[in-house]
T-cell receptor, first 113, second 111 residues
């Protein structure tokens, strides 16, 4: 157990809808990263938040957005869902931005029909 | 753009075998390299982290090596057990915050 929790565990949406995924970081961690993992592939970096501000972004369109709250919980929002957004979404927290160790949550499995 | 490749994509071995998983990366200017384990439908568990200045790291039956100049890392698993069955992912980190992952090696250890 890493202390990082994610909700919901599974989610089914239809194309064009919007979705919000949630992550609760390990206590004391002020940095959270989000990754998308398509079936059979490695995770891809979406973005990172440090002290409530975006602190790095991968090659994802603006319809992927995020928030980090003062208690260091985090949300990933995806608008205008597409079929290819179906994936396991992982969040990872770390004590400080740039530190080596990231602790991953169990993920949210999103299916877009 | 950093690309990470893992070979083989899948591996099935009998219990007790020693095995090697391979990871290669295209840009040698990395900060560190990390090996993760992922059980089906689950999150990632960090196994070993090698800083760019290091050659290898060991934890129990696991040994990871890093040759930064050639862009290669190997994960050696000694005396494999059925409980080792999982997907193994390597990831490299450059200066900055993102990890770049390989596609993983799916390992099955048969009793």
């Amino acid at each position: 157990e890493t202390g990082v929790t994610q909700s919901p565990t599974h989610l089914i949406k239809t194309r064009g809808q919007q979705v919000t995924l949630r992550c609760s970081s390990q206590s004391g961690h002020n940095t959270v990263s989000w990754y998308q993992q398509a079936l059979g592939q490695g995770p891809q970096f979406i973005f990172q938040y440090y002290r409530e501000e975006e602190n790095g972004r991968g090659n994802f369109p603006p319809r992927f957005s995020g928030l980090q709250f003062p208690n260091y919980s985090s949300e990933l929002n995806v608008n205008a869902l597409e079929l290819d957004d179906s994936a396991l979404y992982l969040c990872a927290s770390s004590p400080l931005a740039g530190t080596d160790t990231q602790y991953f949550g169990p993920g949210t499995r999103l299916t877009v029909l | 753009k950093q690309e990470v490749t893992q070979i083989p994509a899948a591996l099935s071995v009998p219990e007790g075998e020693n095995l090697v998983l391979n990871c290669s990366f295209t840009d040698s200017a990395i900060y560190n390299l990390q090996w993760f384990r992922q059980d089906p439908g689950k999150g990632l568990t960090s196994l070993l982290l090698i800083q760019s200045s290091q050659r290898e790291q060991t934890s129990g039956r696991l040994n990871a090596s890093l040759d930064k100049s050639s862009g290669r890392s190997t994960l050696y698993i000694a005396a494999s057990q059925p409980g080792d069955s999982a997907t193994y992912l390597c990831a490299v980190k450059k200066a900055g915050n993102m990890l770049t992952f390989g596609g993983g090696t799916r390992l099955m250890v048969k009793p």
